[in-house]
């Protein structure tokens, strides 16, 4: 009997459904905008100034533009396309801090969007178009894509760059890109998770409205230095990557409080007070609390640095941080030291409240915001201010009441004030010179 084999072979629906199925529509986008963040780093490197990506959404269509040096046409034809990365796979002229690594997200962006896709390329020396008709293409056996319209012609100055259009939109897409309210969330999103490219430099227009990347920054001064250690991690594999920790404290804000983690410029968690980051962590020596508003000033930062971003602790969406890698699990050890030595700073300011005294506010009003390369290499958050002696410690409590407003205003006008708690104020001081100190 002659043995046969068993067809296992995947299908290109079934395919286009498990990429698309659970990924965010506007994670999909900043999948495409990674892209073009990876081609001005292969054009200048570290300078993204002048570089710059436009999206556009309707109802009708999206679109993609960029000036970031178009993709080179033996990547397009041997890489690009795949759904995945073969094991031969080498970036042409990489970057360092490459964002796209998976394989997967321009065709997972743009299956998700619509039925018929156009991506056209030039680069200096290259210029060419491809055309989808998605739904031909998934009726078809080969896994491939036709080239049309290829030429050799020298690109203008400043011309080179990649275009993409998607229309024939499904229609849960064309609703969402119809509403205002995603695209302001999806500016958000931008602004936040493409935090440092922009601020290197790096200009993102949606809807033709200009961006600005959100400010990574960290109180200090002469006396209160913020928590920072760069170092290199490596396994077992002999694998690396750079990591750098900074905590410390900016201006209270529930909203940015947290822990900010960054992967090859790319923010994966943003503001996160969850038991991703440490919060809550009550199952060892390093306990720290669940976020409360008195941690309301606290910001960390941690940011990934390799030039092979498979060995970075992100998901495939980079919408979110894998737990169980062995990289990430070395980098929360240091959060949970640094989160420990913040708070303990943090209680001190909280106890504070009821003391005439406030040397560790009165430490806190003198800090300047300062960006993180500005920030010094500390293994410590460093405090030294000295608390006020016992001896010097006097209890305060807020005493309030209410009065007519025509009485309260006949009050002000005697002692001259404006504020209403300078008057409460003044007129406790009187009453207690007069019948209390006598």
Not at 360 to 384: G, H, I, Y
């Amino acid at each position: 009997m002659t043995a046969e084999t068993v067809n296992a072979e995947p299908t290109k629906r079934l395919v286009a459904y498990v990429l698309t199925k659970d990924v965010r529509l506007d994670d999909a986008i900043l999948d495409l905008i990674d892209n073009s963040i990876d081609g001005a780093r292969r054009q200048g490197g570290s300078k993204l100034t002048g570089r710059e990506v436009r999206v556009t959404l309707s109802k009708d269509r999206f679109e993609i533009q960029d000036n970031c040096g178009g993709i080179p046409y033996e990547l397009a034809r041997d890489y690009a396309f795949r759904f995945g990365r073969p094991e031969d796979y080498t970036a042409l002229d990489g970057p360092p801090d490459v964002i796209g690594n998976f394989g997967v997200g321009m065709k997972r962006a743009l299956l998700k969007m619509g039925r018929t896709i156009l991506v056209v390329s030039r680069t200096a020396k290259r210029y060419f178009e491809i055309k989808i008709d998605v739904e031909a293409w998934m009726r078809q056996k080969q896994w491939t894509f036709d080239f049309s319209n290829v030429r050799d012609e020298v690109a203008p100055v400043g011309a080179t760059g990649t275009w993409i259009t998607v229309t024939d939109l499904y229609s849960g897409v064309a609703e969402q890109f119809a509403l205002k309210q995603f695209v302001a969330n999806l500016s958000a999103s931008i602004e936040q998770k493409q935090a440092i490219p922009m601020l290197e430099g790096f200009s993102v227009l949606v809807n033709d409205k200009s961006l600005n990347g959100i400010h990574m920054t960290l109180n200090q001064s002469k006396e209160i230095t913020p928590f920072y250690q760069k170092l290199v991690l490596t396994n077992d594999k002999s694998e690396h990557v750079q990591l750098e920790v900074y905590a410390g404290i900016a201006e209270p804000d529930n909203d940015r409080a947290g822990w900010y983690v960054v992967c090859n410029g790319r923010t994966v968690l943003r503001a996160d007070r969850s038991s991703l980051t440490g919060w809550g962590n009550k199952f060892d020596s390093d306990r720290i609390p669940s976020y409360h508003h008195q941690y309301a000033r606290f910001r960390g930062f941690v940011l990934f640095h390799s030039d092979k971003p498979d060995n970075l602790p992100w998901n495939t969406a980079k919408s979110g941080v894998d737990v169980e890698h062995p990289f990430y699990r070395r980098a929360v050890q240091l959060m949970l030291q640094a989160m420990k030595e913040v708070f303990l700073f943090l209680n001190q300011v909280d106890r504070e409240s009821d003391s005439l005294e406030q040397p560790f506010n009165e430490a806190l009003s003198k800090m300047k915001a300062a960006p993180l390369n500005k920030v010094v290499e500390s293994k410590t958050f460093s405090v030294s201010v000295k608390p006020a002696s016992p001896s010097q410690k006097t209890l305060v409590k807020a005493v309030r009441y209410k009065k007519p407003i025509d009485q309260l205003n006949a009050v002000m006008a005697v002692l001259g004030v404006s504020d209403a708690n300078v008057a409460a104020e003044q007129t406790f001081d009187l009453y207690y010179e007069m019948n209390v100190e006598q």
